[in-house]
């Protein structure tokens, strides 16, 4: 056997995915046991609502990790998603009676569309060009809604009460544990398409656009087809995000759930914790959800300059000592260890 097909049997020997050691099965199995304990641990409102919060972020920034960890394309238009998932879900149960089970499908429906649509004309754009186009797209879609009176325009609109039928209505009054089971579902659920994508084809492709989009193309390939599903299943992911919110909160708003602040607020939890790996988005939620909480009761009302006070010196801190994010200091350790064994 000749040289060339020594290598190319050696190849084909080699795993295709690395083993997942030993330490992270450990951690998964401790934060699994931790989910389902926090419920029983607590029934306090206000800490139930932090986790509630920290799983909600943690599936959002799992979608913008989709796009920006894995194709390389950065979004600051992602509220867009949000918004018309929350919209969708709010107005059909408000106007028609439509469970948001159902609404949420018609969100994710609309989210996918809008991508596809969003994509096309934008994703062949580079670097701040697309980040710029994105940007518009998310205020554009605020001030739409914010001008639309049947959805209820700046003011909002209330979702109606119904206690009669909770799991039709998803409204629970007695306790948050509900909602808690539903967050920690939605960010389980966004990991697991995360970890599921990296590992398949269109996910080495995605990360081969990511570091050489020229050189990718040149090997068949489709990058700007690539490059949209992968903004529709981030989009898809951001509006169930949205949906959740929105049966949640009881209340629709455009500056909440189109606002720019959020956007930026799913970009810093992933930059935090790892942009480009499955457990960035969960560590930097985990930090930075109950800082802002901190932040909040510290200074008193919404603390919303505190925040971004706050925001500001992580960033500065990240993009200097920590480019690849917080996760990145296990990856360090580790190396180390195996050196030094």
């Not at 932040?295 to 008193?300: K, N, Q």
């Amino acid at each position: 056997m000749s040289a060339p097909d020594d290598r190319l049997a050696q190849a084909k020997a080699e795993p295709l995915h690395p083993p997942v050691p030993g330490w992270a099965k450990a951690l998964l199995v401790l934060g699994a046991v931790a989910v389902f304990a926090a419920p029983l641990a607590t029934q306090n409102s206000h800490q139930l609502h932090v986790l509630i919060t920290i799983f909600l972020y943690a599936a959002m920034a799992q979608s913008w990790n989709i796009m920006a960890g894995f194709s390389g394309q950065i979004s600051l238009g992602h509220a867009a998603f949000f918004g018309l998932g929350a919209y969708a879900t709010g107005v059909l149960y408000a106007h028609y009676g439509v469970t948001p089970w159902v609404g949420a499908v018609v969100g994710v429906a609309l989210s996918v569309l809008a991508a596809a649509f969003i994509g096309v004309a934008t994703l062949r754009l580079k670097g701040h060009h697309f980040t710029l186009a994105t940007l518009l797209v998310g205020f554009s879609l605020q001030i739409v809604f914010a001008r639309w009176e049947w959805v209820g325009a700046a003011s909002g609109l209330l979702l109606p009460l119904d206690r009669a039928n909770p799991w039709w209505s998803l409204q629970f009054f007695g306790s948050k544990t509900p909602y808690y089971g539903m967050a920690a579902t939605l960010a389980a659920g966004a990991t697991l398409v995360a970890w599921a994508l990296g590992r398949s084809r269109l996910g080495y492709r995605l990360q081969a656009i990511r570091h050489e989009p020229d050189a990718a193309a040149s090997l068949g390939v489709r990058v700007a087809r690539d490059k949209v599903v992968a903004f529709a299943i981030s989009a898809a992911l951001m509006s169930v995000s949205g949906s959740f919110l929105s049966v949640y909160l009881l209340s629709l708003d455009p500056e909440r759930f189109f606002s720019v602040e959020l956007s930026a607020m799913v970009v810093l939890v992933t930059v935090l914790g790892g942009c480009g790996t499955v457990l960035g988005p969960i560590v930097g939620a985990l930090i930075l959800v109950p800082l802002q909480e901190y932040a909040r009761g510290l200074f008193g009302g919404t603390g919303r300059a505190a925040d971004l006070l706050i925001y500001g010196a992580l960033i500065l801190a990240i993009c200097v000592w920590r480019p690849a994010g917080v996760l990145s200091l296990l990856g360090e350790r580790l190396r180390r260890r195996e050196r030094a064994a």
